[in-house]
């Protein structure tokens, strides 16, 4: 039986995305929800001053090059952009959860600048390319490149908007060209925000048919099926039905593989899956040890190493605190493994957060904590723990409630929690109350005998072997 093509799209993309090789092209309709217009509402008052109905038009950018001819100028569209694009807009969360994404390559026809603050937002720097000229220089540090390829709001007067500079853009913005045959060679895309009205979409397929001619790889385009609610008339509908399938299909002569969803709505749940999926191959491992209980240091030693670095091997990456007694044996078997891969690639396969120290105050230092551990959470889509006890200011050794907060903001979170009951102490506490209640945990059925295993002693080897048999089933849970 057939796969279906939005699973087959969530996985291949969030494997792009952790092979390092994914990109986003942006068009009108990744904005539009943000508050930014349309082109039709762009040009409304630019066709009404040469006497059309911008309704009534199909070829938009026609329209723009009349009114230039008319008037001798293209001084009212260049103001135009300038005012729509001007105003305050809210980025959505199909922007947030772009952002959010390990994603270092964007393209889109956009004069907007939302994508970049939404970049920002996530704590990243975009290298923002909105001129040729930009394109020889190269930002410090950078996350991530946006090329702008038609311009940007803040100079309208280089945007390209009408017939002439579409057809001057071979010898105008050529290095754009050139860059894009590159990135489409190279990576895959998701094209989302495009339309079969948008006026840019036929001239971005026919100028990727032109670059790259049979040198193609599978690209992604999310598009909104015809519904009958948009038409007055039921033949009307069957027509644009019957003509939405065969321009899907057409897609497929430049590589792209439309795929077809009720609702806007629905795209942002596409990406929210492909977050999950990307994100269920981090793991953040939670653990502290001032006493390894039951166990050997040299046993709970070998256990931590030989699980890091099996992780890494099956292809998992890491986050970790770096917790006291569990945090430096982590990372000694992570980075043994990355040196067997002969691999000098670290930083999206070990992420290593320590915990700031030497902070007086006790709200402050609890609040700054909280935030390292959402931080870290927020890069992973399963949480492990371990062990989990600290000293009391009695001498006392407890259990650590940090471990606690850990698990309480991953569950909020959606993350799914995998305490090694085993080893004891917190984590043995956190796995009976999750076998307590388990269906809250794992709504999905099947997982219930391999999380009992986890409570189980054994060697090293063994109970690495169960996690990484319930670890290696997590990612393709899609309830």
């Known amino acids: 039986m057939p796969r279906d093509p939005i699973e087959s799209f969530v996985d291949a993309y969030a494997e792009a995305i952790s092979s390092q090789n994914a990109a986003i092209f942006a068009g009108a309709g990744l904005s539009i929800p943000a508050g930014m217009v349309n082109w039709k509402d762009l040009l409304r008052d630019i066709a009404k001053e040469i006497g059309l109905d911008v309704d009534k038009e199909d070829d938009l950018i026609s329209v723009a090059q009349y009114h230039v001819n008319e008037h001798r100028s293209r001084h009212r569209i260049n103001q135009a952009l300038l005012n729509e694009f001007s105003k305050r807009a809210k980025q959505t969360d199909n ?120 040198n193609r790889r599978d ?91 099996t992780l890494i091997r099956e292809g998992f990456g890491i986050v970790t605190g770096f917790g006291v007694g569990v945090g430096p044996y982590v990372v000694n078997g992570a980075l043994a493994q990355l040196e067997k891969e002969s691999t000098r690639l670290v930083d999206d396969r070990l992420v290593m957060r320590p915990f700031p120290l030497g902070i007086v105050d006790a709200a402050e230092r609890r609040r700054r904590w909280t935030s390292y551990r959402k931080d870290m959470l927020a890069q992973a889509g399963i949480a492990m723990f371990l062990f989990g006890n600290r000293p009391a200011d009695s001498g006392a050794i407890v259990n650590a409630d940090g471990m606690e907060e850990e698990f309480e903001l991953a569950v909020s979170q959606g993350i799914r929690v995998i305490p090694l009951g085993c080893t004891g102490a917190a984590a043995a506490v956190l796995h009976r109350r999750v076998l307590d209640n388990f269906a809250k945990y794992y709504p999905a059925r099947g997982y219930k005998s391999a999380f009992e295993e986890l409570g189980h002693a054994g060697t090293a080897r063994q109970i690495v072997e169960r996690v990484l048999a319930l670890a290696k089933r997590l990612p393709g849970d899609r309830r």
């Open 95 to 214: 922007h947030t959860i772009l952002a959010s994404l390990p994603i270092r390559t964007y393209w889109t026809t956009n004069y907007d600048s939302l994508l970049e603050e939404a970049l920002r937002a996530a704590g990243k720097t975009p290298d923002v390319k909105l001129s040729v000229e930009n394109l020889a220089t190269t930002l410090r540090r950078r996350d991530a490149i946006i090329y702008k390829m038609h311009g940007d709001a803040s100079m309208p007067d280089q945007a390209v908007l009408t017939k002439d500079d579409y057809e001057a853009y071979s010898s105008t913005r050529q290095l754009f060209s050139t860059a894009l045959q590159g990135d489409l060679v190279s990576k895959t895309f998701l094209f989302i925000g495009f339309s079969f009205t948008d006026p840019n979409l036929g001239y971005i397929l026919s100028r990727i048919r032109l670059l790259l001619h049979e």
């Open 219 to 309: 690209h992604y385009c999310l598009l909104r099926r015809v519904q009958r609610k948009d038409f007055a008339k039921k033949a009307l509908f069957d027509y644009a039905r019957t003509k939405q399938d065969l321009q899907v299909n057409d897609l497929k002569r430049y590589g792209i593989n439309g795929l077809l969803v009720d609702t806007y709505a629905e795209f942002t749940e596409v990406l929210r899956e492909v977050s999950r999926l990307y994100h269920r191959s981090r793991i953040f491992l939670s653990g502290s040890a001032a006493d390894y209980g039951t166990w050997s240091e040299d046993k709970a030693q070998a256990l931590m190493s030989e699980l890091s670095g």
